[in-house]
Nanobody, 121 residues
């Protein structure tokens, strides 16, 4: 059974940092694009960042460029989202995903259950 499990969410003040992790099990994801999406209350799920299987190509939403960094460790079947200079508008449930990617939800086959990130002003 394929599982993606996020961790690292929480409450942080504006300007602070968090690091999200996504551990995958049940198959090897070394050839998949890994992505992070987020969904705020009343809004659609939106793309945040993605990384190619090699780690050499990364993709970011304009709203997080320069503040967020995505990375992966294929040996650990884990990928990460380092979030710096957080803003209240970054508040959302963050989901990790695996698939063909990189930026649209329909190109991802597997999803985690989500982790809440709350940024206070």
């Amino acid at each position: 059974q394929v599982q993606l499990v996020e961790s690292g969410g929480g409450l942080v003040q504006a300007g602070g940092s968090l690091r999200l992790s996504c551990a995958v099990s049940g198959r090897t994801f070394s050839t998949d694009v890994m992505g992070w999406f987020r969904q705020a209350p009343g809004k659609e799920r939106e793309f945040v960042a993605a990384v190619s299987w090699s780690g050499r190509s990364t993709y970011y939403a304009d709203s997080v460029k320069g503040r967020f960094t995505i990375s992966r460790d294929n040996a650990k079947n884990t990928f990460y989202l380092q979030m710096n200079s957080l803003k209240p508008e970054d508040t959302a449930v963050y989901y990790c995903a695996a698939g063909r990617g990189p930026t649209t939800t329909t190109t991802y086959d597997y999803w985690g259950q989500g982790t809440q990130v709350t940024v206070s002003s």
